[in-house]
């Protein structure tokens, strides 16, 4: 049994997606989202690396907070070894939600989609009309929107697996760097934080599938916002 394969990546279609937080730049709605390995996910990886008797979890709940701990055991050298993590419970089936997420983090301590954590912030790409792939969502702060979640740089997929067709980078290119040339513009004079903050978080979806674009824009960002504090 080679353990060192939990910490493979996974496939696009078992990562889930969950907005964190949204707002409105000047150019529209973004949204930040994080990334986790389904829990089906999860159980198919267990299975195929310590075999279908070689893990098992078990769950316990935490009288003071509502919350509920996760704990995975791995058979590794005719001993159980486990490690465990916790979760609170949710709104929706709270029970069910709380265990879902314990058993997301108690796979982190096996290092089971814990590359996750390496990933730079992530903005959801967004219409504002109904359009197919998108995910409807409502936030008190922009109201309804529709969005999807952000290409995954090439580090983060299996081997030889890609979210773009090089025909459709190639295709878009040109209008990554323009996007980009226009934000470095933008940002070089505007002087209030939140409105570049939020201006950052819009452009760096439209840059969905381009890391190093969205690299650039992040790095122009801090540089202004390094000025703007430093001018206060």
């Not at 390995?37 to 299975?47: F, Q």
Request: glycine share 8%.
């Amino acid at each position: 049994m080679n353990l060192e394969l939990l910490d493979e990546p996974f496939a696009t279609e078992d990562i889930e997606w969950r907005i964190q937080q949204a707002g409105k730049a000047s150019k529209g709605i973004w949204a930040k989202v994080l990334a986790y390995v389904t829990n089906r996910a999860i159980m198919k990886r267990l299975d195929e690396v310590c075999g279908k008797a070689g893990w098992r979890n078990e769950y316990r709940d935490i009288p003071n907070n509502g919350g509920v701990e996760c704990g995975i055991s791995i058979k590794v050298d005719g001993e159980w070894i486990t490690k465990w993590d916790a979760a609170e419970n949710t709104q929706v089936e709270a029970v069910k939600g709380g265990r879902s997420g314990a058993m997301k983090r108690a796979a982190v301590q096996w290092g089971i989609g814990r590359y996750l954590y390496n990933l730079e912030e992530g903005f959801a790409v967004i219409s504002t009309e109904r359009s197919p792939g998108f995910s409807y969502a409502k936030s008190k702060e922009v109201g309804v929107f529709y969005w999807k979640p952000p290409v995954l740089p090439a580090w983060a997929l299996p081997s030889g697996d890609s979210q773009l067709a090089p025909d459709h980078q190639q295709q878009n290119a040109v209008e990554a760097d323009q996007i980009l040339a226009e934000f470095s513009q933008y940002a070089s004079t505007e002087n209030d934080s939140k409105k570049l903050q939020d201006n950052y978080a819009e452009t760096w979806s439209r840059l969905n599938g381009f890391a190093e674009h969205q690299a650039k824009c992040k790095e122009v960002t801090g540089i202004r916002l390094k000025e703007l504090k430093q001018a206060a």
